[in-house]
């Protein structure tokens, strides 16, 4: 399986979250007979069904080889929002002259502090995913590397779990291109950039989707000089295309440097720098930086699990094949989160644990395609995402009517200085079924909830202009496309009736 990069420093912060996540004091237990559900991977996914299926009255055994809280604790979710949070106090700083506040003296970035803060703040959220709280639960926690040894048991530190039901959740991690000379020249993904004690004054990154994105904005406001490298022509090419425009505009104003539609054709290491020859529409050039840091994709962690021996299909791209209930070809072994899932968020990787616990242990039937999947990238503004994309639909078939409202129309926005972006709203055409929706906004990923709890609850655009939404907020954008659409619904027919009516009234 994939060997993590020791934490590093080893301070009193990260030596306060080895011992909550992989305590050297940890015995194994004693396995106790056959287990309801044997856990492989203590992520999100993981420790989800384990928690969930253990409360539940269930026997289960945790398996993990490296630390407790998986991706999202140690090298995603948890440190990147953190140093966000950092880069964007900074930027306010700096932005604030047009509200009539100033810095005189500027902003100074003490970048150790804001990693050791970073460090802190893991560490302490580390509490609920660690070994003690899991064996309170009464979850018999394995640390080591599990291998199946056939189709109902697993070996784990020379013990041997036998189970009922099985699930494989150990997640994925960073790849790199195959750039010549990278290799030698050593760089960073997400799985060691949060180790930096000292900040790059030059960074090159390579690859515009969200890790890429959210990253060169948080070191470019802390003051590193940042390249962005993308081979597309367009970041975030996932993304509604009027909201990669906004963002590349953002980020270009901020001082990042975007080179789109670009090829890292050779790296090597010279004079004590890092130096990318790339290639882009401008043509050849060389890029010279001190550290790199690459976000170009994610791959399955499937080596040494022994799949092949529990029967389990599986794909060293795609990951474990599953079923749309989430079970594997062996179906005892059901899996979940980004070891075979193409959503790689925390919260899939929640909602899919659940599915796993009633289908796996209750004879359930519940489906992954059946869940309503919002997504957001923490950029400033964030980006948020729910349903389907207009060229989704119209893969489909489905005709759309779109519903746009400028945040530079909604009162709130103004007023914080927060009027760049939009919300946007695609329903059936011709009805008031949610379909879809974008959100660029500062507070995006929030706003983007209300949406996503409309379209799981069948609720219409026109019955959100009926909410009431405390004004002024942001929020206040989703109510007046309701209105919008329920104006669509006066046809001049109605407005005649309705007239004559009134005129009859008076």
Same mark, same amino acid.
Request: glycine share 10%; hydrophobic share 45%; aromatic share 4%.
């Given at each position: 399986?994939?060997?993590?990069?020791p934490?590093?420093?080893?301070d009193?912060?990260?030596?306060?979250?080895?011992?909550?996540?992989?305590?050297?004091?940890?015995?194994?237990?004693?396995?106790?007979?056959?287990?309801?559900?044997?856990?492989?991977?203590?992520?999100?996914?993981?420790?989800?069904?384990?928690?969930?299926?253990?409360?539940?009255?269930?026997?289960?055994a945790?398996?993990?080889?490296?630390?407790?809280?998986?991706?999202?604790?140690?090298?995603?979710?948890?440190?990147?929002?953190?140093?966000?949070?950092?880069?964007?106090?900074?930027?306010?700083?700096?932005?604030?002259?047009?509200?009539?506040?100033?810095?005189?003296?500027?902003?100074?970035v003490?970048?150790?502090?804001?990693? $050791? @803060? =970073?460090?802190?703040? +893991? !560490?302490? /959220? %580390?509490?609920?995913?660690?070994?003690?709280?899991? #064996?309170?639960? &009464?979850?018999?926690?394995?640390?080591?590397?599990?291998?199946?040894?056939?189709?109902?048991?697993?070996?784990?530190?020379? $013990? @041997? =779990?036998?189970?009922? +039901? !099985?699930? /494989? %959740?150990?997640?994925?991690?960073?790849?790199?291109? #195959?750039?010549? &000379?990278?290799?030698?020249?050593?760089?960073?993904?997400?799985?060691?950039?949060?180790?930096?004690?000292?900040?790059?004054?030059?960074?090159?990154?390579?690859?515009?989707?969200?890790?890429?994105?959210?990253?060169?904005?948080?070191?470019?406001?802390?003051?590193?000089?940042?390249?962005?490298?993308?081979?597309?022509?367009?970041?975030?090419?996932?993304?509604?295309?009027?909201?990669?425009?906004?963002?590349?505009?953002?980020?270009?104003?901020?001082?990042?440097?975007?080179?789109?539609?670009?090829?890292?054709?050779?790296?090597?290491r010279?004079?004590?720098?890092?130096?990318?020859?790339?290639?882009?529409?401008?043509?050849l050039?060389?890029?010279?930086?001190?550290?790199?840091?690459?976000?170009?994709?994610?791959?399955?962690?499937?080596?040494?699990?022994?799949?092949?021996?529990?029967?389990?299909?599986?794909?060293?791209?795609?990951?474990?094949?599953?079923?749309?209930?989430?079970?594997?070809?062996?179906?005892?072994?059901?899996?979940?989160?980004?070891?075979?899932?193409?959503?790689?968020?925390?919260?899939?990787?929640?909602?899919?644990?659940?599915?796993?616990?009633?289908?796996?242990?209750?004879?359930?039937?519940?489906?992954?395609?059946?869940?309503?999947?919002?997504?957001?990238?923490y950029?400033?503004?964030?980006?948020?995402?729910?349903?389907?994309?207009?060229?989704?639909?119209?893969?489909?078939?489905?005709?759309?009517?779109?519903?746009?409202?400028?945040?530079?129309?909604?009162?709130r926005?103004?007023?914080?200085?927060?009027?760049?972006?939009?919300?946007?709203?695609?329903?059936?055409?011709?009805?008031?079924?949610?379909?879809g929706?974008?959100?660029?906004?500062?507070?995006?990923?929030?706003?983007?909830?209300?949406?996503s709890?409309?379209?799981?609850?069948?609720?219409?655009?026109?019955?959100?202009?009926?909410?009431?939404?405390?004004?002024?907020?942001?929020?206040?954008?989703?109510?007046?496309?309701?209105?919008?659409?329920?104006?669509?619904?006066?046809?001049?027919?109605?407005?005649?009736?309705?007239?004559?009516?009134?005129?009859?009234?008076?």
């Amino acid at each position: 399986m994939h060997d993590f990069p020791p934490l590093a420093p080893l301070d009193v912060h990260n030596r306060e979250l080895l011992a909550r996540v992989h305590p050297a004091e940890h015995r194994n237990p004693t396995p106790a007979g056959r287990y309801n559900l044997v856990v492989v991977g203590a992520g999100t996914a993981g420790l989800v069904s384990a928690a969930g299926a253990a409360g539940l009255g269930a026997k289960v055994a945790l398996v993990e080889e490296h630390l407790l809280g998986g991706d999202c604790l140690i090298a995603g979710c948890v440190p990147s929002k953190t140093l966000l949070r950092a880069a964007r106090a900074a930027h306010e700083i700096r932005a604030a002259q047009p509200l009539g506040v100033r810095a005189p003296g500027g902003v100074e970035v003490d970048f150790g502090a804001v990693m $050791a @803060r =970073l460090r802190r703040v +893991r !560490a302490e /959220i %580390a509490s609920n995913d660690s070994v003690a709280r899991f #064996t309170g639960l &009464g979850v018999d926690v394995f640390l080591g590397r599990g291998r199946f040894q056939g189709p109902d048991t697993l070996e784990v530190a020379g $013990a @041997r =779990l036998g189970f009922a +039901r !099985a699930v /494989i %959740a150990t997640g994925a991690r960073a790849v790199h291109p #195959t750039i010549p &000379g990278l290799l030698e020249a050593g760089f960073l993904t997400n799985e060691n950039v949060f180790h930096l004690t000292e900040q790059p004054r030059r960074l090159a990154l390579i690859g515009g989707g969200p890790v890429g994105c959210e990253l060169a904005q948080a070191f470019a406001r802390l003051g590193s000089e940042v390249t962005l490298i993308h081979d597309r022509e367009r970041l975030l090419e996932r993304e509604d295309p009027d909201a990669g425009s906004i963002l590349e505009r953002v980020l270009r104003r901020e001082g990042v440097r975007l080179l789109l539609g670009a090829a890292v054709e050779q790296v090597e290491r010279a004079s004590g720098e890092k130096r990318l020859r790339v290639k882009h529409a401008g043509g050849l050039e060389t890029v010279a930086v001190d550290e790199i840091l690459v976000g170009a994709g994610r791959r399955p962690n499937l080596e040494g699990l022994g799949l092949e021996a529990a029967g389990v299909r599986h794909d060293p791209v795609r990951g474990v094949e599953v079923d749309d209930r989430l079970r594997t070809s062996n179906r005892r072994i059901f899996a979940a989160g980004d070891v075979c899932m193409a959503w790689k968020f925390t919260h899939a990787a929640d909602a899919a644990a659940r599915i796993v616990i009633q289908n796996a242990l209750f004879l359930g039937r519940r489906r992954l395609s059946a869940l309503t999947m919002p997504w957001c990238t923490y950029t400033d503004p964030e980006i948020a995402h729910v349903g389907l994309a207009p060229r989704e639909a119209e893969e489909q078939g489905l005709a759309l009517d779109t519903y746009l409202r400028p945040l530079s129309e909604v009162d709130r926005a103004r007023a914080d200085d927060a009027s760049e972006g939009f919300v946007k709203l695609h329903v059936a055409k011709g009805k008031d079924r949610i379909l879809g929706a974008t959100v660029v906004a500062r507070n995006a990923g929030d706003l983007v909830s209300e949406i996503s709890v409309a379209m799981a609850g069948g609720v219409g655009l026109g019955r959100l202009a009926q909410v009431i939404h405390p004004y002024p907020t942001q929020a206040e954008a989703i109510r007046q496309l309701g209105d919008a659409y329920n104006r669509t619904r006066l046809t001049p027919r109605a407005k005649l009736v309705l007239g004559r009516w009134l005129a009859w009234r008076r």
